[in-house]
């Protein structure tokens, strides 16, 4: 798929790329282009997506949600990041607890580290390096598109299962697996 320039804002974080609360920005802006929205050709079989140029450096996605789907649990590898709907409904579940990033299989999740999120109309959030969450779309008949962005830009991703208060590291992804 065709990149999208975007321009860059200025202001950094310690590392010198752009803070979760500048991504949230730039996502929330991005989902308000509604000509960018509408160019996403949208695929009633699978998620579609555009890579995008985020600000200072970073990486970013429009993604296109078909009714049903979602990503599994996973986080992004040690980047920070932030997404914002930008059409239909998206349900962000996560985890209240930093879990260790290296060293494990298995994990017993406490109770109450569980929180779930609608997001809709430009709603976003950001997050920090450690949040593992999966997000979905719930419709059973309407399309959602969101935008994500993340810095550093991903150098991995980690798929984990869950069974009740069990997590499983499943797979590691790397960026030729998802480009």
């Given amino acids: 798929m065709p990149d999208v320039r975007t321009p860059a804002r200025p202001r950094a974080d310690a590392t010198g790329g752009p ?4 991504l949230l920005d730039f996502a929330r802006r991005t989902a308000a282009d509604a000509p ?3 160019s996403l050709p949208l695929d009633p079989e699978g998620r579609t997506w555009i890579r995008l140029d985020g600000p200072g450096g970073s990486e970013a996605w429009l993604i296109g949600w078909p009714p049903g789907t979602g990503t599994g649990w996973h986080d992004h590898g040690g980047s920070h990041g932030a997404f914002a709907a930008a059409a239909g409904e998206l349900t962000e579940q996560s985890l209240a607890a ?3 990033t290296e060293g494990w299989k ?3 999740l406490a109770d109450g580290v569980d929180r779930q999120r609608k997001l809709a109309g430009g709603r976003g959030r950001a997050f ?6 999966q997000v979905l779309n719930l419709s059973e008949d309407t399309h959602a598109v969101s935008v994500h962005a993340y810095y550093p830009p991903l150098p991995l991703m980690r798929r984990y299962s869950r069974t009740g208060p069990v997590l ?3 797979e590691v992804e790397l960026p030729e697996d998802w480009r």
């Fill in 19 to 22: 803070t979760a609360a500048e």
């Fill in 36 to 38: 960018l929205v509408a």
């Fill in 98 to 100: 930093q879990l260790p």
């Fill in 106 to 108: 298995t994990l017993e």
């Fill in 128 to 133: 920090g390096p450690h949040h593992v969450h």
């Fill in 168 to 170: 499983r590291l499943e």
